[in-house]
């Protein structure tokens, strides 16, 4: 299949794109506005090509675990990484509550200046996926927006105490 669905978030911050794309890769700045509701433990940030984010996301007693693969990284403009659920040893994992869900995103996050904010475009692909990780992507999709949503206004938030 070729046409792969794609998840696109579109947002601009009242921000300079340095600042943002340190939200994005400074781990003491990503913990606050990554996984809204949840407790956000960095456990591994290394945003280079070959590099790793090890993520959890605790939710009262439970956890759920993610692995990050840099795969580019262009300072202020571009970072390009595959996204897994893994287990609590990082190995990758079926989501436990989407076992359809695809096991690895392709996730490009672009920056960009728009005058003295920035312009932030996500997307999200499933790769290498079957055909049932597709329809599943597929169906969510329109769900998508809830979660990055919130997260996107807890950065919103994030940048104006950040400028203060």
């Avoid at 956000?40 to 439970?62: A, C, F, Q, S, Y």
């Avoid at 262009?74 to 996204?83: D, G, M, N, S, T």
């Avoid at 728009?114 to 790769?127: A, E, S, Y």
């Avoid at 996926?129 to 969510?140: H, M, N, R, V």
């Amino acid at each position: 299949m070729t046409d792969l669905p794609t998840y696109v978030l579109d947002r601009m911050f009242d921000a300079p794109r340095a600042l943002v794309w340190r939200t994005w890769t400074e781990a003491e700045y990503l913990s606050r506005w990554y996984g809204p509701n949840v407790t956000t433990i960095i456990h591994k940030l290394d945003v280079r090509p070959g590099g790793v984010w090890l993520n959890e996301m605790k939710m009262g007693e439970r956890s759920g675990y993610e692995r990050m693969a840099y795969g580019e990284v262009e300072p202020e403009a571009r970072l390009v990484w595959h996204h897994s659920m893994t287990d609590a040893d990082w190995n990758v994992i079926a989501n436990p509550m989407m076992p359809d869900w695809p096991r690895v995103l392709l996730t490009v996050v672009t920056f960009a200046d728009d005058g003295t904010r920035t312009r932030l475009r996500l997307t999200w692909t499933p790769h290498e996926a079957s055909e049932a990780e597709i329809a599943c992507f597929a169906g969510a999709m329109a769900g998508l927006d809830q979660g990055w949503g919130k997260g996107m206004q807890i950065l919103e938030e994030l940048l104006a105490e950040l400028q203060g």
